[in-house]
Nanobody
Framework: QLQLVESGGGLVHSGGSLRLSCTAS????????IAWFRQAPGKEREGVSR????????DYANSVKGRFTISIDNTKNTAYLQMNSLKPEDSAVYYC????????????????????WGQGTQVTVSS
């Protein structure tokens, strides 16, 4: 059974960078569609980026396009979210998620497309 663990969050100044990791166990991560979501206090969980199974296609929310990059290292069974030029409004708990094996989400940045979630990692960007 696939399990996901995020790491890499922390406190960074505006304009700084962080790289989040999502390490999988129990199954091969590249066989699943993967996404990163975030949730700020009092707000709904929103999709940030996604990678289809096989890793050939990506999508990004408009708010992070050009600043964030999603990737996967199959040798480490780990997905990453590289976050550059961070802004205070990027502050949130970040979650990685995986959909069903070999599944193609119709709406890949929507939470209901994903069934396995990590525990989240806090990102705080100071101004």
């Amino acid at each position: 059974q696939l399990q996901l663990v995020e790491s890499g969050g922390g406190l960074v100044h505006s304009g700084g960078s962080l790289r989040l990791s999502c390490t999988a166990s129990g199954s091969t991560l590249s066989n699943y569609p993967i996404a990163w979501f975030r949730q700020a206090p009092g707000k709904e969980r929103e999709g940030v980026s996604r990678l289809n199974f096989g890793g050939a296609s990506t999508d990004y929310a408009n708010s992070v396009k050009g600043r964030f990059t999603i990737s996967i290292d199959n040798t480490k069974n780990t997905a990453y979210l590289q976050m550059n030029s961070l802004k205070p409004e990027d502050s949130a708990v970040y979650y990685c998620a995986a959909g069903p094996r070999n599944f193609v989400p119709r709406n890949p940045l929507e939470t209901y497309e994903y069934e396995t979630w990590g525990q989240g990692t806090q990102v705080t960007v100071s101004s």
